[in-house]
């Protein structure tokens, strides 16, 4: 079961350019994840945000949670091109250690 | 990829036949998880252990198998059931009673001949 939606689905920007990517999610939550993927790659962690926080930094990466309206936004600042990834969020809802992932956003830096 | 370790990096599975795609990790961690990757898709989970020789379904079960006799040692089979296994399929790790993270590794890209 999907809990997590991205939005938008693919993003193409100019490099140094900054980057939002939004996710949207249904029930209360522990705390919610962004992980990057490289091309026919395993998933990477970037940063995790707890349901208590509102918004949280990590070098170019900023993260924040708005619980009220169920929702997440990823941050890049001054992108590059190795930048060039799938981002995903996933959820943590506390059921037997499970994450819910959403589809993905799918985000192109060209140089 | 941290400490997780996935073989085959590529597996070909002709009509009627098993086959297992190996996860090891060094982590020490508790929990092991299964999902499948589909084209521009999201992750579904398939199945997932919290402990040794324990391990429930995900949402995708069907037509999959898992063991978990070692800590260090999640395999999943793949059976001629599964009559669409052509997909990328991603093992992670992660330490029980805890919130944080999934490590995961580099993953296996399974094609059906």
């Known amino acids: 079961s999907q809990q997590g939606e991205e939005d938008p689905q693919a993003l193409s920007i100019q490099e140094g350019e900054n980057a939002t990517m939004n996710c949207s999610y249904k029930?209360?939550?522990?705390?919610l994840q962004w992980y990057r993927q490289n091309s026919g790659r395993g998933l990477v962690h970037l940063i995790l945000?707890?349901?208590n926080e509102r918004e949280k930094h990590s070098g170019r990466l900023r993260v924040t949670l708005d619980t009220s309206k169920k929702s997440s936004s990823l941050l890049i600042t001054a992108s590059r091109a190795a930048d060039t990834a799938s981002y995903f969020c996933?959820?943590?809802?506390?059921?037997?250690?499970?994450?819910?992932w959403g589809a993905g956003t799918k985000l192109i830096i060209k140089p | 990829d941290g400490g997780i370790t996935q073989s085959p990096k590529y597996l070909f599975r002709k009509e009627g036949q098993n086959v297992t795609l190996s996860c090891e990790q060094n982590?020490?961690?508790?929990?092991m998880y299964w999902y499948r990757q589909d084209p521009g898709q999201g992750l579904r989970l398939i199945y997932y252990?919290?402990?040794?020789?324990?391990?429930q379904k995900g949402d995708i079960a069907e037509g999959y198998s898992v063991s978990r006799e070692k800590k260090e040692s999640f395999p999943l089979t793949v059976t001629s059931a599964q009559k669409n296994p052509t997909a990328f399929y991603l093992c992670?790790?992660?330490?029980?009673?805890?919130?944080?993270?999934?490590?995961f590794g580099p993953g296996t890209r399974l094609t059906l001949l």
């Open positions: 992670a790790s992660r330490l029980a009673g805890s919130t944080d993270t999934q490590y």
């Open positions: 982590l020490n961690h508790d929990a």
């Open positions: 252990s919290q402990i040794v020789n324990d391990f």
């Open positions: 029930t209360s939550i522990n705390n």
């Open positions: 945000i707890r349901s």
């Open positions: 996933a959820t943590d809802a506390g059921s037997n250690y499970q994450l819910i």
